[in-house]
C-alpha cells in the first residue's frame, strides 16, 4: 500500500491522506485547516479525481463530524464515493440549517463499529471511539496483507471511556503503519498538561450552578454530545433545568439516541434565540419550532426563573438577554477550547461580560488524548511503524513513541 499524507502531517487539523493500491485509491478525511475561516473558499487536496470523478478513487471515508476533518467534503464530485458515520450525516445536515459546520452530504454507505466495508482492493474496519464529536471512528485499512490503522481524533477521558479501554485490550492485530494524532505532544515541554476529564467537569460545574444565584450562561458547542450530558447531570444536580436553544435540541434529536437529554425530558426546557427564530420565519420551516413547543420557555420565563435555569448562551444573544432582563447574579461557564476567547468573538463576549459585571469560569475537557494514553495505544496495537498526523510537534513523537518514522505533507511512501 502506497500512502500520502496529503495535509497534517505537520499541524493540527485539515486532515487528508491518500492510500494507493494496484491503480486503485481510497481517501481518508477530506478536512479544512483549523486556520482557514468557516466561509473562506478552499482548493480540494491535490488528490485525483475528488473535484471531477474518476473510477480509480473508489471512495472518501470521513472519520467523524469535525471541519478539520469533513470541511471539504460538499466540495466532492457527486461520482465520488463516501462514506460516514449516520449519526454524523444528521448531525451535520440539520446544523447546516443553523449556518453551524455542517454540511449537505449524501452517503453511499455508513460506518459502524466493527463492521467492515470492502471498498474493491480496500477492506475497512471501523472503531467507534471516544472524541468530543458524536459518532466518531478511528479505521483500519487492509490490502494485499498490509494493514494501515487511522486513530483519527480520540481520546480516553470521556463519557465514553470505555471505548477507549475496548481499543486497548482488543487492539487491531499485525499493524504496519499506526497513523497516530498527536494534538497533545508539544514542541516547548513536549506534552500538554493532563486534560480534566468530563466527570471532572460535571462535578465542578454542579458545584458552580449550586452556588449561583442567579442564571448560569452555558457557552458550548451543541455538537460537542457528551458535554450536553455533563451539562444536564450538572443541572440536575444542582436543582436546575438545562435551557438548550433551537440548534442544541435539533442535534440531540439528530443523534437518534434515547439516552442523549431531548427537548421533552423533564429536566430540560428550550429557548429560541431572536436570530433562530428570524432564521425559521425566513425559511418558512415553521415545523421546526412547532415540534418543541410544548417545552418552549420565552424572555419573561428568563428572568422570574432565572435562579432555576442554565441557559445555553451564544454570542449573538447578549442584546435580547439584557433586554430579558435576567443577568441579576448570573454566572457564565466557557465551556470550550479556552484559545476561542482571544478570537475576536470571545473577545467580545469576556468584554460584554465584563460590562455587565458576569464573572466567567473556563470548564473544559480536551477532545483529544493524552499523551500517557497514546503511549498506551501505541503499546497495545504495536505497529510496525508510528507515523505522526494532527501535531503541530511531530519531530517531539521520539521521545514517546517506539519506531516511528516521520513524513511530510505530498510525500508518498510504502506502508
Known sequence: MRVCIHRGSQEIGGNCIELGHGGQRLVLDVGRPLDAGLDEALPLPAVDALAD????????????????????????????????????????????????????????????????????????????????????YALLVEVDGCRLFYSADLRGH????????????????????????????????????????????????????????????????????????????????????????????????????????????????????LAQRVRV???????????IHAHRIFAKDLRDRAGELVLTFRGSMTRELEQADCLTDAHAVWSLWAGYLERPSGEAVRRWLERHRIPLTVMHASGHATVADLQRLTAAIQPGRVVPIHTLAPWRFHDFFPRVELRADGEWWDA
Open 281 to 291: 420565519k425566513r425559511t418558512q420551516e415553521f415545523e421546526r419550532v412547532e415540534q
Open 53 to 136: 470523478g474518476d473510477p480509480s478513487l473508489v471512495g472518501v471515508v470521513v472519520s467523524h463530524g469535525h471541519p478539520d476533518h469533513f470541511g471539504l467534503a460538499e466540495q466532492l464530485h457527486s461520482a465520488v464515493s463516501l462514506y460516514i458515520g449516520e449519526a454524523t450525516a444528521r448531525i451535520l445536515q440539520e446544523a447546516r440549517f443553523f449556518a453551524a459546520p455542517g454540511a449537505d452530504l449524501v452517503p453511499d454507505g455508513y460506518l459502524r463499529h466493527g463492521e467492515t466495508l470492502e471498498l474493491d482492493a480496500f477492506r475497512l474496519t471501523p472503531y467507534l471511539v471516544d472524541h468530543s464529536a458524536f459518532d466518531a
Open 158 to 273: 470521556g463519557r465514553k471511556a470505555e471505548l477507549f479501554e475496548e481499543l486497548i485490550n482488543h487492539p487491531p492485530q499485525r499493524v504496519d503503519v499506526l497513523l497516530l494524532e498527536g494534538t497533545h505532544v508539544r514542541a516547548r515541554d513536549g506534552v500538554a498538561p493532563n486534560p480534566l476529564i468530563e466527570s471532572e467537569v460535571e462535578d465542578r460545574l454542579g458545584e458552580l450552578f449550586y452556588d449561583t444565584t442567579g442564571m448560569v450562561l452555558a457557552a458550548y458547542s451543541a455538537q460537542n454530545i457528551d458535554r450536553l450530558v455533563t451539562l444536564y447531570r450538572a443541572a440536575k444536580r444542582a436543582g436546575r433545568k438545562l435551557v438548550l436553544d433551537l440548534y442544541g435540541a435539533t442535534i440531540a434529536a439528530a443523534t437518534g439516541t434515547e439516552s442523549i437529554p431531548q427537548a421533552d425530558w423533564d429536566g430540560v426546557r428550550v429557548y429560541v434565540p
